[in-house]
């Protein structure tokens, strides 16, 4: 059994882990030694994640998956207890499962509204309320949410999904803020502009795109891991005095503006954009 790794003995639960961002932290912590659980809505897709994880797990680290709704408060609890098995307790965990809506806000329904925020927010909340307990019973460890620069950069048209990630960076502050004389350490990542499924109808218009990396002085898209890397990071031993930050991972873009969506927005809803900005 491997001993020497940082995080050999702990276990940690991943939401949202069976694509993107959230498997690119579950590689990064099963490969330092973390006994991984992932959780998801689509049983298939966290199979495949789950075959892909344990094909290069390290001596004595477990894969689990748990098919579940974030915002599904006895599913979500169900899930923690489940990732704590493998070490006897849970140390770790990551709020990553999150989605998104686009239109003006003049035009985004209520049932578009509350189904954003139930998912970024209220499953962030619902991770780190049952999460929390269960690290605290394990005598600590640390909690990484992850956000948006959509929190502290205005976006256009994105505004149920802004509102979630401001309202993520709060929610980790008093968490921090409550649970740190208990061992807990809570954290967000404010990822830019990344390569992955959820972002891809950005990156894929050109004129958007050229915007986005107009505004960073590291001018490309991030990957997967550059956002895993920063969340296993606060997560880690190493970030031991770290907690109750929102550390933006996003090529310094939060240095100028948002991203200048206006061509897109004009192209995908025309006359309701054209009554707002007119």
Not at 22 to 32: K, R, S, Y
Not at 112 to 121: D, G, P
Not at 156 to 168: E, H, I, Q
Not at 256 to 269: K, N, S, T, V
């Amino acid at each position: 059994m491997t001993t020497d790794l940082p995080l050999a003995g702990t276990a940690a639960l991943v939401t949202g882990g069976g694509s993107g961002i959230g498997l690119a932290c579950a590689h990064h912590l099963l490969a330092d030694g973390a006994s991984v659980t992932i959780t998801g809505r689509t049983e298939g897709r966290l199979e495949a994640a789950a075959a892909e994880l344990l094909a290069v797990a390290p001596d004595g680290a477990t894969v689990q998956f748990v098919a579940c709704d974030v915002a599904d408060e006895d599913a979500l609890a169900a899930a923690v207890a489940t990732a704590a098995e493998p070490a006897g307790g849970l140390h770790l965990a990551v709020a990553n499962a999150g989605t998104g809506t686009l239109g003006p806000i003049t035009s985004v329904t209520v049932e578009e509204w509350n189904r954003v925020l139930e998912t970024n927010l209220t499953g962030a909340f619902v991770t780190f309320k049952h999460a929390g307990r269960a690290i605290v019973a394990a005598g600590g460890g640390a909690m990484v949410g992850i956000s948006s620069i959509a929190s502290p950069l205005s976006h256009r048209y994105m505004a149920p999904y802004c509102v979630s990630k401001a309202g993520l960076d709060t929610l980790v502050q008093v968490a921090a803020d409550e649970l740190g004389r208990l061992g807990v350490r809570v954290n967000s990542v404010q990822p830019g502009l990344v390569s992955t499924e959820l972002g891809s109808y950005l990156e894929n218009d050109p004129k958007v795109l050229d915007d986005y990396l107009g505004q960073m002085p590291l001018a490309r898209v991030g990957t997967v891991d550059d956002i895993a890397s920063a969340v296993r990071w606060l997560l880690g031993p190493e970030s031991s005095w770290v907690t109750g930050q929102c550390l933006g991972v996003d090529g310094g873009h939060t240095l100028r503006r948002g991203p200048d969506l206006e061509h897109w927005a004009r192209a995908m809803f025309g006359d309701d954009v054209v009554d707002v900005v007119d």
